[in-house]
C-alpha cells in the first residue's frame, strides 16, 4: 500500500491558494442536498460544523456531553498562536512555520504546517469578529505573550481562559446555525462505529447516552473531531470522558493509525498526590513566561523551598538552556524534569516534583501585575493544594497531555477511507513528535474554519451517493456488532470495576510508554497490556442494563478501545528506533542525554492499518520530505 | 475522615427519587467531591450495585458539567469553586452531607444527581452570538477595544454555563446566565449592531423555558463558581429596555426544552 499525501507541487507559499483553486466547487443551491456528519463538539467539531452550515450543508453535530459548550478544548488555558507579528518582534508565516517543524522534531509534513501558520492570521480576525475576549493593550490594541519553542511574542490570549473564550465563540456560531436550521446538535450521543459503503464513510451508529438506543445516521461524508487519546494513561490532564472510541472504530473499519507512540507530556502539572486520584491538573505553560524552574543543587535536601539559599538552588533549565531557558519545548522541559527527579533532587512527599517560582517575578513587577497575568491559575493552584504561590513556589512535575498521533490523513484532511475527514486532536498532521504550546488551538480552529470548508466541497463536487438507508445489509451489520459488543459487555459480571482495569493499563503505559521508553520495556508492557486485556473480558463487572443512562457501561466500552490502542502505542513506540519529540528512547540519546533522532531511517509517517482481531497490524510509510526548514539535532541551548 | 453522605437517588425522570445515606470510612481530605463520589461507586460497583450517576468532565472547574448542591448550597461550602474542585479537607469530621441535584422546572431530572440542562443552550441559539460568517472578519486590530471594556467583557464571558445560579435562586431564575451573554457581548464594539435584538430574543426564550423572573436577591452571585456579578442582570434589563422601546422585531422563541424528550417516549 502506498500512501498518497496530495500535497500541492509547486512552491510551498502558493501551495494552499493552488490546491484551492484546484478544488471543485459545490453550487450553493446544491449544497443543502448533501448530508455531513461531525462527530465532537470542540473546536474542531464546532468550528467545522457552524462554517459548513454556514455554507448550507445539512449538518449533524454529535457529543457525548450534554452541551457542545463542554468539550475539552475548553480547558486550553494559555493561548492561541498567530504570525501576526503585532508586537514588531520579528515574527512571520515562515517562522511560525519552522518554529512548528522544528517544534515537532522534523515528524511534521511541511505543507500543512504552512498552511497552519498562513491560516493563524484569519483565526484570530474571526475570533475577534465573534466577539472573543482577548486580552487588549490600553490604546485597544490585541495584547501578546510568549510561549515555549519560541522566542517571538505571537500567543494571543484570554486570561487563563483562552480555549474556553474561543471555544463559546465557536459554540455560539454553531447555535446561531442550530437557530438557522442548518445543523442539529445532538449531545448525550456516542458514536460506536462508523459504516463504510463500497468504500466510502457514508454514516455512523450511535448511542443515545440516555435512553440506550442505538441509531443510525446516514451522510455523504463523515467529519471527526472527536480529540486525542491521551486517556490511555488513566491519569492525564485529558476531561473524564476524553477517549479514542469514534478514532479506533474508524481505524477498525480502514483508516489508518499515524505515529500512535507521539504522545506530549505537559511539564507543568501538579503533581500526583494519592491512590483516588481521577485526574491530573495542568498549570498553564504561560507561568513559564514569569516563572522560574529549580530544584535543590543536594540530594534529598528536605528544607522548605524558603530556606534553600540562592546558591544552593539548582535552576537546571536556565543553566543548560541558556537561550531558551525557561521556555523550552514541552517535550525538553518535561524530560529534564524527570532527570533531576531521578537523580534524586524530586521535591514534595512523592519527590516527584520541582518548583515553580515566581518570587522573582513579584519582586521585579509587583504582585498586582502577577495576580493580573496568572491570578486564576494561582488560585486554582491553592484550592487544590492549599498552598499559597504568592508566597511559596509551586511545585509542578509533568503529566500526559496531549497526542501528536492520530487518524492518517492526506493534505485536503481526509483518511485512508474516503469520505471520512478527520479533524483537530484526532488527526496526527500538524505537530510531528511534539506539539509547541498554544498551537492545538491554532489547529483546530484551522481545520475547522479554513480547511474542512472547502476540501469536504471537493470531495462532494467529485463523488458520486449511492442511496443508502438502515435497511442497507452493510448498515444492519454495523448495528448488530455494535449490539454485540455491548451486550458481551454486560453479559460478564465479573468482580473488578472498569476503572480499576483502567488505572492498572494507564500504570503500565506510564512505566514503559511514557517519558522514557525502551526496547525491552515496550515488550513487558505489550506482555502485560494484553494478559490485563484478557482479564478485562473475563472479569469486569458492569451493573445496570444497556437501556439506560449507565455511565459504568460508557466507560467499559472506552476502556475495551483503551487496551487495543495501548498495544499498538508500544508496537509503535517499539518500531521506531530513534528518539524524537515527545518519543524518547533510552537507547538513543546524545551523550548530553538530548533526543537523537535517526533521520535516515525513521523520517517518516508510520501509519499503522488494521487487519483482524489477532492479526499485527500493518505498517505503511509515508516519507517525509524536508524542502524548506533542513533536519538539524534540535538545539534550545 | 469519616462522612455520612445522603444522595439523592432517582433511577428516571417518570420514577420517584429518594435519599439513600451512605457512611463513608477513611475519606482522604485531600480528594475532590467528586473523588469521593468516584470512591464511593468503587464500592458499590463491587457490591453488583448501580454508582451514582453524575456529569462531571474536565474537572478543572472550567467545563461546566458538574454541579449539585451540597446542605442545600450549589456547589458545596467554598466560594468560587465547582464540585469537581472542592477538596474534602472544607468540610468536618463526622459531618453528614446531603447531596442532590439542581431542582428547576427549566432543568428536567434525568437520572440521580444528572439534570437536563438544554434549555440554556436554547437561551444562547436565541440570539447568544455575533451573526459573522466564517471568512467575513477584518483585521483583529481593526477593531480597537479598551482594556478596561475588554476587561469586562471577559468578567462576564467567564461564565461555564453550570446553571448553580438557577438552583441557588429562590425563583430558578436563569438572569445572571442570560445577563452574562448578554453583558459580554453588549459590551464590545462588535456586538452593537444586534444589541436590541439579542436581549429580546433572549429574554423571551428565557421566559419560554420556564425559568424564574428575577427578584434581585443574589443568591446566584454568590453561588456563582466564576463570580459572575450581579450587574450583569442590570446590563440585561437595560438592553432589554431599550430594544423593547425601539421597538425592533417581533420575538420568536424555539422549542421549549422540557417538552422535548430523550426519546423514551
Known amino acids: ?637 | 475522615m469519616k462522612l455520612t453522605l445522603e444522595i439523592w437517588r432517582q433511577k428516571n425522570r417518570k420514577e420517584k427519587g429518594a435519599f439513600v445515606s451512605y457512611p463513608m470510612e477513611n475519606v482522604n481530605p485531600e480528594m475532590s467531591m467528586l473523588e469521593c463520589l468516584d470512591v464511593l461507586n468503587e464500592t458499590l460497583i463491587e457490591r453488583g450495585q448501580e454508582p451514582v450517576a453524575f456529569d462531571h468532565d474536565c474537572r478543572e472547574g472550567i467545563c461546566g458539567s458538574c454541579g449539585f448542591l451540597i446542605n442545600g448550597v450549589a456547589h458545596g461550602p467554598q466560594r468560587a469553586t465547582t464540585v469537581c474542585q472542592l477538596t474534602m479537607r472544607h468540610f468536618e469530621e463526622g459531618q453528614k452531607l446531603v447531596i442532590e441535584p439542581w431542582r428547576a422546572a427549566a432543568f428536567p431530572a434525568i437520572k440521580d444527581l444528572i439534570v437536563d440542562r438544554r434549555s440554556f443552550d436554547h437561551i444562547i441559539e436565541a440570539g447568544g452570538y455575533i451573526s459573522t460568517s466564517t471568512g467575513h472578519a477584518p483585521d483583529g486590530n481593526a477593531i480597537l477595544v479598551g482594556k478596561e471594556d475588554a476587561d469586562q467583557a471577559m468578567d462576564a464571558a467567564a461564565c461555564i454555563g453550570c446553571g448553580a445560579c438557577v438552583a441557588a435562586c429562590p425563583n430558578a431564575s436563569a438572569a445572571l446566565f442570560t445577563g452574562a451573554k448578554i453583558a459580554h457581548l453588549g459590551i464590545l464594539p462588535q456586538g452593537q449592531p444586534e444589541r436590541d435584538r439579542r436581549a429580546l430574543h433572549m429574554v423571551a426564550q428565557m421566559n419560554a423555558e420556564i425559568f424564574g423572573s428575577c427578584t434581585n436577591i443574589g443568591e446566584c452571585t454568590g453561588a456563582c463558581p466564576k463570580e459572575i456579578p450581579l450587574e450583569v442582570i442590570a446590563a440585561m434589563n437595560r438592553d432589554y429596555l431599550g430594544g423593547s422601546w425601539r421597538k425592533h422585531d417581533n420575538v420568536e422563541t424555539t422549542t421549549i426544552a422540557s417538552a422535548e424528550d430523550w426519546g423514551t417516549d
Request: net charge neutral; charged share 25%; aromatic share 10%.
Open chain 1, 1 to 637: 500500500m502506498t500512501l498518497d499525501a496530495k500535497i500541492p507541487s509547486g512552491p510551498i507559499e502558493q501551495a494552499w491558494d493552488k490546491a484551492r483553486f484546484d478544488m471543485k466547487l459545490v453550487n450553493p443551491a446544491n449544497k443543502r442536498k448533501h448530508s455531513l456528519i461531525v462527530v465532537g463538539s470542540g473546536l474542531a467539531g464546532a468550528s467545522a460544523a457552524a462554517s459548513l452550515g454556514e455554507l448550507g450543508y445539512k449538518v449533524k453535530c454529535f457529543c457525548f456531553q450534554d452541551s457542545p459548550r463542554r468539550a475539552h478544548s475548553i480547558a486550553a488555558q494559555g493561548g492561541i498562536n498567530a504570525a501576526k507579528n503585532y508586537p514588531n518582534d520579528g515574527d512571520s508565516i515562515y517562522r511560525l512555520f519552522y518554529d512548528t517543524v522544528k517544534g515537532g522534531d522534523f515528524r511534521a509534513r511541511e505543507a500543512n504546517v504552512y498552511r497552519l501558520a498562513q491560516i493563524s492570521v484569519d483565526i484570530i480576525d474571526q475570533c475577534v469578529a465573534q466577539g472573543v475576549p482577548f486580552a487588549r493593550e490600553y490604546g485597544g490594541t490585541l495584547d501578546n505573550r510568549s510561549f515555549g519553542g519560541a522566542q517571538v511574542s505571537r500567543t494571543f490570549y484570554a486570561r487563563g481562559q483562552t480555549g474556553q473564550q474561543l471555544l463559546l465563540g465557536a459554540y455560539q456560531a454553531l447555535e446561531r446555525q442550530v437557530h438557522a436550521r442548518t445543523v442539529t446538535m445532538i449531545p448525550r450521543t456516542e458514536m460506536l462505529d462508523l459504516i463504510v459503503i463500497d468504500g466510502q464513510a457514508r454514516g455512523i451508529v450511535t448511542r443515545n447516552l440516555v435512553t440506550g438506543k442505538l441509531s443510525v445516521d446516514i451522510a455523504d461524508a463523515v467529519i471527526l473531531a472527536s480529540g486525542g487519546y491521551g486517556n490511555v494513561y488513566y491519569l492525564s490532564t485529558n476531561a473524564k470522558g476524553s477517549n479514542v472510541t469514534a478514532s479506533w472504530r474508524a481505524y477498525k473499519r480502514g483508516a489508518l493509525f499515524a505515529n500512535p507512540c507521539f504522545t506530549q507530556i505537559h511539564p507543568t502539572c501538579i503533581p500526583v498526590s494519592g491512590d483516588y486520584q481521577s485526574k491530573l491538573t495542568l498549570m498553564s505553560e504561560s507561568l513559564r513566561n514569569d516563572g522560574r524552574i529549580w530544584v535543590p543543587k543536594m540530594k534529598g535536601d528536605k528544607r522548605p523551598p524558603n530556606e534553600i539559599p540562592e546558591d544552593e538552588r539548582d535552576y537546571y533549565l536556565e543553566r543548560r538552556y541558556p537561550s531558551f531557558g525557561n521556555l523550552v519545548p514541552r517535550d525538553v522541559a518535561s524530560r529534564n524534569a524527570k532527570q533531576v527527579c531521578d537523580e534524586g533532587r524530586g521535591v514534595g512527599q512523592t519527590e516527584l516534583g520541582v518548583y515553580l517560582d515566581f518570587s522573582h517575578a513579584i519582586a521585579r513587577l509587583g504582585e498586582h501585575t502577577i495576580r493580573e497575568r496568572y491570578g486564576n491559575l494561582f488560585e486554582m493552584y491553592q484550592r487544590i493544594t492549599d498552598e499559597d504561590p504568592y508566597k511559596v513556589p509551586m511545585r509542578i512535575y509533568p503529566a500526559i497531555h496531549y497526542t501528536m498521533g492520530g487518524l492518517w490523513v492526506d493534505y485536503q484532511l481526509q483518511s485512508a477511507i474516503p469520505g471520512l475527514f478527520v479533524l483537530g486532536e484526532a488527526n496526527f498532521s500538524d505537530h510531528g513528535a511534539n506539539r509547541l504550546g498554544a498551537s492545538a488551538l491554532m489547529q483546530g480552529l484551522s481545520d475547522g474554519y479554513f480547511v474542512i470548508p472547502y476540501t469536504v466541497g471537493n470531495y462532494l463536487a467529485t463523488n458520486k451517493f449511492a442511496q443508502v438507508d438502515e435497511a442497507h445489509g452493510e448498515v444492519r451489520n454495523v448495528v448488530a456488532s455494535v449490539q454485540q459488543t455491548i451486550d458481551k459487555l454486560l453479559s460478564i459480571h465479573g468482580k473488578r470495576t472498569v476503572d480499576s482495569f483502567h488505572r492498572e493499563l494507564g500504570r503500565i503505559m506510564w512505566d514503559y510508554c511514557g517519558m522514557a521508553r525502551t526496547a525491552p520495556g515496550l515488550e513487558t508492557a505489550i506482555g502485560e497490556i494484553r494478559t490485563l486485556r484478557e482479564e478485562f473480558w473475563r472479569n469486569v463487572t458492569i451493573p445496570g442494563s444497556g437501556s439506560d443512562l449507565n455511565q459504568s457501561l460508557e466507560k467499559a466500552g472506552r476502556v475495551a478501545d483503551f487496551f487495543e490502542l495501548a498495544e499498538l502505542m508500544c508496537i509503535d513506540a517499539r518500531d521506531r528506533n530513534e528518539s524524537c519529540g515527545g518519543h524518547f528512547r533510552e537507547e538513543h540519546q546524545t551523550p548530553d542525554g538530548e533526543a537523537r533522532r535517526d533521520d535516515e531511517h525513521y523520517s517518516y509517517v508510520a501509519a499503522w492499518g488494521y487487519r483482524g482481531p489477532g492479526n499485527p497490524p500493518e505498517l505503511t510509510k509515508e516519507p517525509l520530505e524536508f524542502n524548506y526548514v533542513h533536519p538539524s539535532q534540535r538545539s534550545y541551548k
